[in-house]
């Protein structure tokens, strides 16, 4: 059971250009949200979050949109660089009974930013 | 410098050993992780603990085994159960076990089963 979800595998975008990234989660325990970038061999590395309570949350060239009703969430990369080249995991975490963190990561999207 | 240390980077084991994986913070967080990767998929849990001498099974915690005796190591054992233990594996930490916080991860270490 795939609770969260990115369906495009991969995206091209040209320099300069908006790259949006989508993700879908079906759990709607879920009141924290985490973008991660990771490129081969590395660990991921945290870009943007954003808590169930709000629907936007902007960091530089990041922007995250959360849509609760449509368990719907997305990043926003403008304008995208070549050096944002990478895949992308969308990652949701639910308290857990007893406390805890637990993140569940969706499968990732290659994003291929072209000159 | 602050961060998530893993070793080694990469690993070859033979089929029916065991072998251990490391990893150290010096964030001072108190919750440490274990995740999988394997080729295609996202990052699956492995095992977590929230304070020392204290862990809790992840998603996919069979064939592996963990200890928390000091807060800045939290050491993976891929047992000869596990039946597929070709992956990528990455700890990682956060400053508190719960939601909210932000998770952050080591470079990870390759295991090869040859």
């Known amino acids: 059971d795939q609770q969260v979800k990115q369906n495009s595998p991969s995206l091209s975008v040209q320099e300069g250009r908006i790259s949006i990234l989508n993700c879908d989660y079906t759990n709607s325990m879920f009141d924290y949200f985490l973008w991660y970038k990771k490129y081969p061999a590395e660990g991921p590395t945290f870009l943007i979050s954003?808590?169930?309570?709000?629907d936007k949350n902007e960091d530089g060239r990041f922007t995250v949109f959360l849509n609760k009703s449509a368990k719907h969430l997305s990043l926003h990369i403008v304008p995208s660089q070549p050096g944002d080249s990478a895949v992308y995991f969308c990652?949701?975490?639910?308290?857990?009974?007893?406390?805890?963190?637990?993140?569940?990561f969706g499968t990732g999207t290659q994003l291929k930013v072209e000159l | 410098d602050g961060g998530i240390t893993q070793s080694p980077k990469y690993l070859f084991r033979k089929e029916g050993q065991n072998v251990t994986l490391s990893c150290e913070q010096n964030?001072?967080?108190?919750?440490m992780y274990w995740y999988r990767q394997d080729p295609g998929q996202g990052l699956r849990l492995i095992y977590y603990?929230?304070?020392?001498?204290?862990?809790q099974k992840g998603d996919i915690a069979e064939g592996y085994s963990v200890s928390r005796e000091k807060k800045e190591s939290f050491p993976l054992t891929v047992t000869s159960a596990q039946k597929n233990p070709t992956a990528f594996y990455l700890c990682a930490s956060s400053l508190q076990g719960r939601s909210g916080n932000t998770i952050y991860f080591g470079e990870g270490s390759w295991l090869t089963v040859v």
């Open positions: 990652a949701a975490s639910a308290g857990l009974t007893g406390g805890g963190n637990k993140l569940t």
């Open positions: 954003i808590s169930s309570i709000k």
């Open positions: 964030l001072n967080h108190d919750a």
């Open positions: 603990s929230q304070i020392v001498n204290d862990f």
